[in-house]
């Protein structure tokens, strides 16, 4: 694509969402420039280390305590009215934002009292560029590629959210800052429902909810990034399994079981080696052998597939594994369940040919929505598709094959056209070993991540020569597509979990039902109509504590099961169990077998 | 027990067994002396280095070429008969075997010539010991410590079996020798029976039937001992995974999953490391964490038990996971799925009241004996029970507490007698953090090895401080059992391809129907019943070569597919197909409805 061709703002929906996110962003790195000043109104002998916008506001990193300015000024979140006071005070006065392009010298000048700033010049002078800075009004300047708003007038609501200590450049090795983290919206309107959403994201945070319900534990002695999944939290990723395993059975695919682990020569011809290596974990040194973790399974299924001559009639040949791999996260961006150092993904590759893989891929993204609604997520709505193009420029990350490229392109486009699909597509994202569709989930604190691929590749064939012999006994070289069904299991455990609130629907709850007597001398029917509950493969608990039924009943809705089957004196007599439903309340008296079909009937459906 | 205690040898059946075995490794161990002397009456210049005598047989590794003896002796099993015959010359004659004890210096001048001889004089200089040796009449005579029959008449029958390359002291950096594998017993019935026996394992051997059944593989790029299973192979593993799952489910175990790593501090917290470090993977550095790939499962369950206060109204807690191993195996030991270096166990542990552990002892050895008997196995025939006991007097391997090691040895002696369990005990085969019972299995060579352990610990809990609030809210310990259902998947998937021959009861077969069409009109019908069958969860294929229908129906026996169903234009007017059973050959037509019954019957049942 020409660089002259036109800005791509105008032109479609996807532009003008960017364009609007622009617009924003140059918004939100403006207030911090407005929080910095108002910092420095309020405390002059803080030095300003730096502050980007981001995707959900901004922060500003700053020194509390410089060499040589004395004790450390103790600034906490009892001060932000103050700042926020400050803050609103140049936006009304609507002061005008410019850019200047300085000689080196002119900066080093301007900052001479500065060393964080002194450091940003060093880099710049590194990169041979010249150091620009934007002023606001007269009053203050800061050191800044920029863009801005042309005005502080043009700010719209901010807030500020919270402070915590930042190493300078993430690096323990560095001297502690202090961070200001805000955020800044069009409207206030905008700003409300955001830190509206943030509540309800915190309230259900997958590692505070997979602590109080039990579902995962971490400890210091196993390692940082790998979660021990609990009895509880084990249900639910094995009924996720099972899930998995049954439909991929269904549509074709075969199960496969390969090792964690392989020689480096196997990553080295795969191609991967050189883009994995520092998200890998070390090798290790067996005999004569140079082992390692993998950090994705699609060589051992190469090998797999290698392992005897195909015939056309095999194809498509659909590998599918529930596979552990191994990726070095930085010990920062762990995270609960959804960055973890150790994980398990439903993995598959299909090796077809040429003229399959568009039905192929299609038939992929209908088992993603297929999951997807069985979660209750709606397209559109919890999703939309990325297509990851490559670049054709970049020869370094992409492999050069320009023809492949478009052809590739352009049967995963025809696709997402085909089955009506709402994507968006993006530069620069693909494999480097072809492009693929994302599935982008929304989370509920509103940011997307990508939850699922599917891949279409045209360069491990060549490298592993995965081959078949066609009808004219011919030998071909297969596509490769790469695709997870539902994921990670871990991170899609963690957006389940904040997804329900932890209110798993039947099918999925740890413990479907529990059983509460009225009192001790029911205890006895209640143990008996669990047992008569569990040999039908329904999770149920006799409870016995010494509470009183409000309470239990209480426990029951804050552990949310399902289901609470309360057994007194009537219920005894009438042998019946009073059912109350999670949400819906008290459903009345009913036989056991009518529960029995109720729920069996819903754990079926997926319900 | 006191050194002077009367011998073990006259006192009990497996007492008796042992002694017998005793008397055969003697006679073994001659024959190999009576093989050598044999040799080198042909093949003076040939340099004897050693010999023992083996579990099967015996062998003798000699050098065909020494230094300075010319051309290297070609000598190969072609030459077995001229060697046995000289062997029976020496045995007829019945030379009288004696031993002789002599000073270092006697050593060095009788076995002047024998560089190899004169290393073992070596180590035993450096042991500070005094050469033995045994004369066979007055022409032969070799370094050794004995024991042997008194004099070569009481050789039974013997047949040299192999000949193979095999390093001086089994490492590459030495010379390598020639190897002559043999074997000796009483009677010429049991030797007969061995070959037998030999010839049978042969052909059930799994390595060859996972590659002539497509079960699993190697690839050199990927690593020695790490076997990929295809996807026949997976349905087995599958299929074993489901029935232990959900025996476990019903018998109150809860699953966990727990990561495959830990930080090597876990496993010196458990004391395993100084035991277990030799077979371990190395240490991985990540950041500050020095991680190492789990030998075994238990310190992670003992975290996951402590994650959390636990009262006596939870016990027993039964942790039970299908879980990923690493340990080291010496690549010259590694074999087929028998020996990897990458395995999963069908593992648990039990956190558990003192006073719980017997009858929770007795429940694992229950659940063992019903595994066993679903795969047909028969107690006393198939396996047998070994009691392993520590040794109060081996400090360094056994944790010391004496009186702890006594209850513990009895309740596992009681348990094993209440439950009539065929089982004899051994001394020093216990853990070093308790006694255990180990479940030994009869494989198809005649080989008994352990299948699967329960283990009484009382360390652990004492280590990881592992406890549970009694009735009175008094803190009190808990008693850990470790133990395996089914073992290791790899080694029981080895076990059971050869019980089976390959020839895996329905439930287990990979593929439990072929469709074959008479001809090709009648394909469209077969994939019609095939596809009524799949919808079913039933394993069928529907066949479409270009080969005759009895060459179809012989490549259907050679793959053991349970059942055959031929349909041709009989069929397809009846609507019904024409059922060939393994083993039992034709039942004749049948419907398919009551051909599905009959099988969805016996997977139910697991035949």
Known sequence: MSKKSAPKGAKKPDSRREYREKELYKMRHSCEHVLTQAMLKLWPKIKMAMGPATEDGFYFDFDPSPAGSGQALKISEADFPRIEAEMAKIVKDNLPIRKKILTLAEGRKLFKDNAYKQEWLDAIKQKKQKPTVYWTGKEFVDLCAGPHVKSTGEIGAFKLLSIAGAYWHGSEKNKMLTRIYGTCFATQKKLEAYILQQQEAEKRDHRKLGKNLDLFVFADIVGKGLPMLTPKGTVIRKELEKFVLEEETKRGYQHVITPHLAKVELYEKSGHYP?????????????????????????????????????????????????SQFRYEKSGELSGLTRVRLFCLADAHIMCAKEQAKDEIKNVLNLIDYANSVFGLKKGINYRYRLSLGDRKDAKKYYKDDEAWNVAENILRQVLKEIKAPFYEAKGEAAFYGPKIDIQMKKVNGQEETAFTVQYDFVMPKRFELAYTDKEGKEKEVVVIHRSSIGCFERTMAFLIEFYAGAFPVWLSPVQVWVIPVSQKHFNYSKKITKSLSDLGIRAEARNEDDTLGKKIRTGELQKIPYLLIVGDRELKAKTVAVRQRKKGDLGAMKLDDFISKIKKEINQKK
């Open 275 to 323: 883009y994995y290596k520092d998200i890998m974990y070390p090798a290790m040194q067996i005999d004569e052998e140079k082992l390692i973790l993998r950090p994705m399974t699609c060589p051992h299924h190469f090998m797999l597939y290698k392992s005897r001559p195909r015939s056309y009639k095999e194809l498509p040949v659909r590998f599918a594994e529930i596979a």
